[in-house]
C-alpha cells in the first residue's frame, strides 16, 4: 500500500513536469489508433514498418521528409531517364538483404566499384593541382594486418555491446592506432572508402571499426551487391505505395506523451501533418531518427533520457551530382593534401569526384567534421573545381553547377572516450523497452543498412512481445 501510495505521488510529480497530451477534442478524423508509431521512415523505419505490417501488426510512420528513404538518394538524368544512386549504394550479400529486395521483386546484382578504363588523378583540391609523384600505397597487406586486429571485437558487429571494461585499442585516436600497428599504408585507402567519419585520425578507433568492420572487408574483397536498375529508391517508393495512408509524410511531431505507458496506456503523439495535426495513440513507439536533443524536441524525455543523448556528437556528409565539370567521363579526381600527414586532405573539404554511368554528370562527397551550411559546402565545391580547371589539369574551362545536393548531416554520433569508458553505450541499450519506446537507426549501431536491418530485427523481436 505505501509503495503503491509512493508509486501514485512521484507519477503525479512526473506528470507535472513533462508535457502531456490531453487527448479531449480530438475529431475522430484525427485520431489514429496503431499497434506501433514508427518515428522516421528512412532506411530502419521503413524496414520496421515493411517488417511489422507483413506480420499483420498495424503501424503508422512520422518523415519529415516528402519521400521515405533517408540516406537513400536516387537522380533520375532528365535527358536519359537513367537514375543514379548518389547517397546508399551498396548492400552486403546477406540473407536480410536478399529477403528484403525480394519481398518488392526488386533484382539485386553485383556492384561494380569502377568501370573498365576508368583512372584515377590525385589533387590536392586546395592548390587545384596534380600532386606529382603520388602514388596511393597498396593497402593488401595493412588491410590484413587491420583485419587481425578487427577479429579480436567480432561483437563489434551486431551492435554496441561491449565488455564493462572497454579495451584500451578501441578508445586510441584512430591515428594513434594506426602508428601502433603500422597500418600506414591503408589510411588513403580507408580515407576515401569509410567516408562521413569526420577527421578519421581523431577518430576513436572504436567507431572506425564500427564504420568499416569485418562484413565490409569481406564485401571489399568478395564484392557488395545493388539493385541491377541502379535505384535503390525503389525500395522505398514500393514500401509507401504498400504502407500508403500509414506514412505520414512532411510531418513532424509536436509531442510525445508515454506517461500512461507504466499503466499499460497509450503512447501519445502529437503530430503535424500536411492536412493538420493529428494524434496517435499506439502501444509501443519506435524511434529511428537521430537522437540529438534538438530533434527531440517536443519529447518527454526522462532525465536518464537527455543525460544520454545530450552527449551526442555528430561529423557532417554531404554528396550531390554536378553537371559542367569538363572532368572527362572515366576519370575520379581524389582530394589528397600535397603535404598533409598520409596525404589526407583537411577537411572541411570534397573527398572525391567521381564518374556515373550518364556522361557529364559526376559525383561528389563531402566531409566535415562539424555541421556547415548547405551554400558553403556547396560553394567550396564549386570552387575546388575551379581550382582544378584554372589548373588546366583537363585543359578546359568549366561551368560547374549542381544537377543536386544533399545533405547528410548530422552523420556519425559519437561520444567522447570518458563517456565510452563510463559504460555510456551499456545505459543507452539499457533504454530499449522503457515506456514501451524501443530504438533502432545508425547511432545504436554503424551507418551501414544491411547491418542495421539484422540490428532491427533483432529490436523488432522485443517491439512484437506483448503486442
Ligand atoms: C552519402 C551516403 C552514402 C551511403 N552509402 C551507403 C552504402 O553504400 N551502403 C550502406 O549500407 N550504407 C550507406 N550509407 C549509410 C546508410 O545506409 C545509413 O546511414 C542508413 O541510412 C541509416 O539508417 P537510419 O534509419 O538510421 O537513418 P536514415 O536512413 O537517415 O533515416 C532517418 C529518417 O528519419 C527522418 N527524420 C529525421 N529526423 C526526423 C524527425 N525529427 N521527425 C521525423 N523524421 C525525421 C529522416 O528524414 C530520415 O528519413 C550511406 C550514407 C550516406 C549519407
Ligand atoms: C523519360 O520518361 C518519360 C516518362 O516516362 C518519357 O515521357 C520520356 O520520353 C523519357 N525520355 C527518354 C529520353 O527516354
Ligand atoms: C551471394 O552469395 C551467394 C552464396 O551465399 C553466392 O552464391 C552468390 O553468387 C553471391 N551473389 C553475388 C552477386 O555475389
Ligand atoms: C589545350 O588547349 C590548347 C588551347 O585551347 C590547345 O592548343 C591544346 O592542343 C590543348 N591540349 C590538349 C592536351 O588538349
Known amino acids: ?3 503503491t501510495l509512493f508509486l501514485a505521488t512521484s507519477l503525479a510529480v512526473l506528470a507535472t513536469t513533462l508535457p502531456t497530451i490531453n487527448t479531449d477534442g480530438y475529431a475522430p478524423s484525427s485520431i489514429v489508433t496503431r499497434d506501433v ?11 520496421s514498418a515493411i517488417s511489422l505490417h507483413d506480420k499483420g501488426i498495424s503501424v503508422v510512420v512520422i518523415e519529415a521528409q516528402d519521400r521515405l528513404g533517408g540516406h537513400t538518394n ?7 531517364n537513367e537514375t543514379i544512386d548518389y ?6 550479400n546477406i540473407s536480410v538483404v536478399n529477403n528484403y529486395f525480394a519481398r518488392f521483386n526488386i533484382p539485386l546484382t553485383k556492384a561494380v566499384l569502377s568501370s573498365p578504363g576508368e583512372t584515377s588523378t590525385y589533387v590536392d583540391f586546395q592548390t587545384g593541382k596534380i600532386v606529382a609523384g603520388y ?3 597498396d593497402p593488401t597487406a595493412a588491410l590484413a594486418a587491420y583485419a587481425a586486429q578487427l577479429a579480436q571485437y567480432p561483437y563489434l558487429e551486431t551492435g554496441f555491446v561491449l565488455p564493462d571494461s572497454v579495451p584500451a585499442d578501441l578508445l586510441l585516436p584512430f591515428g594513434d592506432f594506426v602508428t601502433k600497428y603500422a597500418l600506414q599504408d591503408m589510411v588513403g585507402f580507408l580515407f576515401q572508402f569509410a567516408q562521413g567519419l569526420g577527421d578519421l585520425l581523431s577518430q576513436l578507433t572504436l567507431y572506425v571499426f564500427k564504420n568499416f568492420g569485418l562484413s565490409v572487408l569481406q564485401g571489399v574483397q568478395n564484392g557488395f551487391l545493388t539493385t541491377l536498375d541502379q535505384d535503390n529508391s525503389e525500395i522505398y517508393v514500393k514500401a509507401l505505395a ?13 509531442a510525445v506523451d508515454r506517461s500512461a505507458s507504466s499503466s499499460g496506456g497509450c503512447v501519445k503523439v502529437l503530430v503535424q501533418t500536411p492536412q493538420g495535426v493529428k494524434l496517435i ?19 518527454d524525455l526522462s532525465t536518464e533520457e537527455t543525460s544520454l543523448f545530450l552527449q551526442f556528437q555528430n561529423s557532417a556528409y554531404y554528396t550531390g551530382l554536378l553537371r559542367g565539370t569538363k572532368i572527362p567521363d572515366l576519370t575520379t579526381v581524389n582530394n589528397i593534401g600535397a603535404a598533409t600527414q598520409y596525404n589526407l586532405p583537411i577537411l572541411p573539404a570534397a573527398y572525391s569526384i567521381t564518374p556515373t554511368r550518364v556522361p557529364g554528370l559526376h559525383d561528389v562527397k563531402f566531409g566535415s567534421a562539424n555541421a556547415l551550411p548547405d551554400e558553403q559546402v556547396k560553394a567550396d565545391i564549386i570552387a575546388s573545381v575551379n581550382r582544378i580547371n584554372a589548373a588546366r589539369i583537363f585543359n578546359s574551362t568549366a561551368e560547374p553547377e549542381f ?5 547528410h548531416t548530422p552523420f556519425e554520433l559519437t561520444v567522447p572516450k570518458e563517456a565510452i569508458e563510463g559504460g555510456f553505450y551499456k545505459s543507452l541499450y539499457m533504454l530499449q523497452g522503457t515506456r514501451e519506446t524501443w530504438y533502432t537507426g545508425a547511432a545504436w549501431h554503424t551507418h551501414d543498412s544491411s547491418l542495421l536491418w539484422v540490428f532491427t530485427e533483432g529490436v523488432l523481436q522485443g517491439v512484437l512481445e506483448g503486442l
Open 1 to 3: 500500500m505505501l509503495f
Open 37 to 47: 508509431c514508427i518515428i522516421g521512415g528512412g532506411s530502419t523505419g521503413t524496414y
Open 74 to 80: 536516387t537522380y533520375t538524368d532528365p535527358n536519359t
Open 87 to 92: 547517397g546508399v549504394v551498396l548492400f552486403h
Open 135 to 137: 602514388t596511393p600505397n
Open 242 to 254: 504498400v504502407l500508403g495512408q500509414d506514412v505520414l509524410l512532411t510531418s513532424h511531431v509536436l
Open 281 to 299: 495513440l499506439a502501444k509501443k513507439l519506435i524511434l529511428t531518427i537521430p537522437p540529438k536533443l534538438h530533434n527531440l524536441e517536443g519529447f
Open 403 to 407: 544537377a543536386v545536393f544533399a545533405s
